[in-house]
């Protein structure tokens, strides 16, 4: 059971590059996120989706973008990357109701 | 808004001592809450959540809940080197499907 799977794990960018972070989840869940966590901060939602085909904008989408086409996978697109998008990118899904499951992370430098 | 504050610490107790890591949170229709270990580098992984008030056991591990006061707590008895994480706290709303997660409070056992 492998859970919710992100690739990659690192990752360097050029100031004006695109790139895309790809999530996938064998627990059939509906519910899924993307959260970035910068240096002793907390975890701040980007994007979420409530099942395929549905997303919505969390607290901080600006600069991103999603699609959710099947109920496993769940890519974070990043257009036109900034150095402010340096950060540790999370995956996570979760059932609805309980707990959420968490990605290994995508750990993103853009120079 | 829903907040869910926590103190970042670090909070530092000797090995064999307990810890007590606090969350409150504004939201009164607030449910269901977790709490996450996330260790330097790696993905937060969920080690208790709890639903009622009261207090729930699961090993050393207690967690406290008093929805009229609004906190949520986590005690770490026998602290152990190899509880030095982050703690993330994370609270669920009623009919909502997006926790809201705490900036996490730093422990660290010393020997």
Request: net charge neutral; charged share 15%.
């Amino acid at each position: 059971n492998a859970g919710v799977t992100q690739t990659p794990k690192f990752r360097i960018l050029k100031i004006g590059q695109s790139m895309t972070l790809q999530c996938t989840q064998d627990m059939n869940h509906n519910y899924m996120y993307w959260y970035r966590q910068d240096p002793g901060m907390g975890l701040k939602l980007i994007y979420y989706s409530v099942g395929a085909g549905i997303t919505d904008k969390g607290e901080v989408p600006n600069g991103y973008n999603v699609s959710r086409s099947t109920t496993e996978d769940f890519p974070l697109r990043l257009e036109l990357a900034a150095p402010s998008q340096t950060s540790v990118y999370f995956c996570a899904s979760s059932g609805g109701s309980a707990e959420a499951f968490f990605g290994q992370g995508t750990r993103l430098t853009v120079v | 808004q829903k907040e869910v504050e926590q103190n970042s610490g670090p909070l530092s107790v000797p090995e064999g001592a307990i810890a007590s890591l606090n969350c409150t949170y504004s939201d009164r229709g607030s449910q269901s809450f977790f709490w996450y270990r996330q260790y330097s580098g790696k993905s937060p992984e969920l080690i208790m959540s709890i639903y009622s008030n009261g207090d729930k056991e699961d090993g050393r591990f207690t967690a406290q809940l008093n929805k009229a006061s609004q906190y949520v707590s986590l005690l770490i008895r026998d602290s152990q080197p190899s509880d030095s994480a982050t703690y993330l706290c994370a609270g669920l709303s009623g009919g909502s499907y997006i926790p809201t997660f705490g900036r996490g409070t730093s422990l660290i056992v010393h020997p």
